[in-house]
């Protein structure tokens, strides 16, 4: 099956067109500046041929249209016609406690998204963009929404998503822990399990997915137990440029002696803080790892909180899941960094983790899903590339093939 997949930000749309029959991308692209002008990159992956053009795209709508142009298009395009696209799974970042599997679009499915737009304000609106673009470009095609949530959402036990605070916040404002990158957490636990040997039952595996945004994840018999991410994706550990886990108390001090307003210090923590905030060189992992190499104390303080932070999630996920046979490295971070992995792991010996120091840094490319542990390791290590689009494009067949 032929499915366009689509990420929507609140001026952008990343596409790919999955041959799901062959588990291939076909083409792939990303429109920018949408509403305030308009800039494509397409590439179709088979021929290799490559498109780029500003065009006015003055909504998603706009946006898609040209997508569907170029994707039938003599020259750059994958299919003849817009028939041949037979489905299109959307990523969608919230799906608060409205949604905990993908589902089909449809009046009632939108009008829950809508009740999402307050957890994630930019996100939810950008989506909602794409949706409606691809309902007015292609009113005749079946659409999926497949939600970062969805894998938390779906299991977490209550003690791991109610927080201790008056319980009227759970139920008249939805605060829960609702976590993020579910898809990719999914995905990789997947492939993990299967490099187990196949059986979800009894497996006990971390999923750390370290990108610009991180999260860490304990998932139980293929099913989630715990994650870093919180009510939003501010919380767990330091990210490039989020403060992750802080003293709740450190927020009201720091709005009185600075006068921030609640959206300016919501600002601060997510856009100053992190590896950017302690380093002060970068959001990059590569920029602050350099500056580290040259002896920049805090570049290197910046790492060791990464690091230190990441091992404190996987020593408690051992506790939460009574046990650990994997730990799962993936994302920018996770995929490429190695000396990272090697750091993380170092510490962990002691319960049985013994990385391929070797192998964990020469990992030939491109990327494919490695064991990095020594074959005498009690748990495993291993390094996924993470493939969220897949996911979505694998759900987005199943659901419309069963209509
Ligand atoms: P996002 O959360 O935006 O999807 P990514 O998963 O692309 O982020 O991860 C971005 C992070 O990965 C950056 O901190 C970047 O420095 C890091 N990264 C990417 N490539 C490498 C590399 N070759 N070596 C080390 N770090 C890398």
Redesign the pocket.
Known sequence: MNVLVVNAGSSSLKYQLFDTAKNVVRAKGLCERIGIGGKIKHQNLETGKVYEAEIEMQNHTVATKIVIDVLTGAEYGSVKSMDEIEAVGHRIVHGGAYFSKSVLLSKEVLANLEKCRDLAPLHTGAHIMGIEGCLAAMPDTPQVLVFDTAFHTATMPEKAYVYPVEYDMLTKYDVRRYGAHGTSHRYVSGECIKMLGGKAEGTKIITCHL???SSISAVKDGKIMDTSMGFTPLAGIEM?TRCGDIDPAIVPYIMNKTGMSPDEINDYMNKKCGLLGVSGVSS???DVCAAAAEGNHRAQLALDILVYGIQKFIGAYTVTLGGLDAIVFT???GE??FSIRSKVCKDLKFMGVELDEEKNANLPRPLTATEISLPSSKVKVFMIPTNEELVIAKDTEEIVKSL
């Open positions: 990108g610009n945004g490039g990059d992992c590569r994302a920018g971070i490429n960094d």
